[in-house]
């Protein structure tokens, strides 16, 4: 590919380097970028989803129907396990109740 006589940096730069660098070393730099592109994109859909859990627990627990939710009910509503459900209810700062400790309620 031949560099237009204006232009400098950007994607021709990046190209002068790869061009210095031997073939097994360029696909390893490849692969590192590739890898963590990857990792990032990973670690930004769990909090995507994350959050999507704590907007659905929030939705039930500000339903006007209710004042208090079974955790059973809100366990099921995200199909969670018991500890990520509490540690969810805890992040939204939802608080159990002091006599029956299987309902909640968002303050």
């Given amino acids: 590919?031949?560099?237009?006589?204006?232009?400098?940096?950007?994607l021709f730069a990046i190209q002068d380097v790869l061009?210095?660098?031997?073939v097994e070393e360029t696909q390893i730099i490849v692969a590192v970028i590739v890898g963590a592109?990857?990792?990032?994109?990973?670690?930004?859909?769990y909090y995507r989803f994350r959050n999507r859990l704590k907007d659905i627990?929030?939705?039930?627990?500000?339903?006007?129907?209710?004042?208090?939710?079974s955790f059973e009910g809100l366990q099921r509503a995200i199909h969670a396990d018991e500890r990520t459900t509490t540690d969810l209810l805890t992040d939204i700062g939802a608080r159990r109740s002091e006599k029956d400790?299987?309902?909640?309620?968002?303050?």
């Fill in 19 to 22: 061009e210095s660098v031997p």
């Fill in 37 to 45: 592109a990857l990792a990032l994109c990973a670690v930004l859909q």
């Fill in 101 to 107: 400790k299987d309902v909640w309620i968002l303050e």
């Fill in 57 to 69: 627990l929030r939705e039930h627990l500000t339903d006007p129907h209710w004042t208090w939710r």
């Fill in 1 to 10: 590919m031949q560099r237009p006589p204006a232009v400098s940096g950007g």
